[in-house]
């Protein structure tokens, strides 16, 4: 069975700050998708990032970064000089190469807040 | 504009009566998912279906039905047999990977259901 776990419920970082979310995932596929999602205060759940489990690259878009490691099964979101705007909600899912049976398995979220 | 419709946003509830959310999407999506997320719970699967008339049970689907006449359309009704109806439910649709695992969701606003 698949399973997330973020294990950072709130953090808490003044702005300008770096800051890290992890993510662990547990999966016995060899042929697995990980996604990042961010959820602002409006609800509505807003796509990141995709990685699948071929691609070990870091990958860099403007302030966000994320770090893919198979080895320890953690795929990390690092935000470089926090913004304000970047408060939310963020979760990490992960699905597997599952023919019939497509779904995401989400972690519990992390709750980022940037104080001004 | 393509995108995922959700409503109503806020809905109350007595206790004992049923109530249908409804989500409807104009990006051709053949997969459709119902979430209920709960403060430091995260999303949960209640329903989803990858075609029109099929949908099958999520991990949290007791006191829910769903159905899919349409392609565009996955109403969630709650039930009376929902025993803590009460969260932010959101509604996503995605592709079907074909077996690849790739499939990034895409969200809708969410609705707020609150039984009194």
């Known amino acids: 069975a698949q399973k997330v776990t973020q294990a950072q419920t709130e953090i808490s970082v003044v702005e300008k700050e770096d800051v890290t979310l992890d993510c662990v995932y547990e999966?016995?596929?060899?042929?697995?998708?990980l996604f990042w999602y961010k959820q602002p205060p409006s609800g509505e759940l807003v796509f990141l990032i995709r990685?699948?489990?071929?691609?070990?690259q870091n990958e860099i878009s403007g302030r966000y970064s994320w770090n893919f490691q198979k080895s320890t099964s953690s795929f990390n979101f690092t935000i470089t000089a926090s913004q304000v705007v970047d408060s939310a909600v963020y979760f990490c899912?992960?699905?597997?190469?599952?023919?019939?049976?497509?779904?995401?398995?989400f972690g519990t979220g992390t709750r980022l807040t940037i104080i001004p | 504009d393509g995108g995922i419709t959700q409503s109503p946003k806020y809905l109350f509830r007595k206790e004992g009566q049923n109530v249908t959310l409804s989500c409807e999407q104009n990006?051709?999506?053949?997969?459709m998912y119902w979430y209920r997320q709960d403060p430091g719970q995260g999303l949960r699967l209640i329903y989803y279906?990858?075609?029109?008339?099929?949908?099958q049970k999520g991990d949290i689907a007791e006191g829910y039905s769903v159905s899919r006449e349409k392609k565009e359309s996955f109403p969630l009704t709650v039930t009376s047999a929902q025993k803590n109806p009460t969260a932010f439910y959101l509604c996503?649709?995605?592709?079907?990977?074909?077996?690849?695992?790739?499939?990034?969701?895409?969200f809708g606003p969410g609705t707020r259901l609150t039984v009194l």
């Open positions: 990006l051709n999506h053949d997969a």
């Open positions: 996503a649709s995605s592709i079907l990977s074909g077996g690849s695992g790739n499939i990034e969701q895409f």
């Open positions: 899912a992960l699905s597997e190469a599952n023919f019939g049976n497509e779904k995401l398995t």
């Open positions: 279906s990858q075609i029109v008339n099929d949908f």
């Open positions: 990685r699948n489990s071929f691609d070990e």
């Open positions: 999966t016995r596929d060899t042929t697995y998708y």
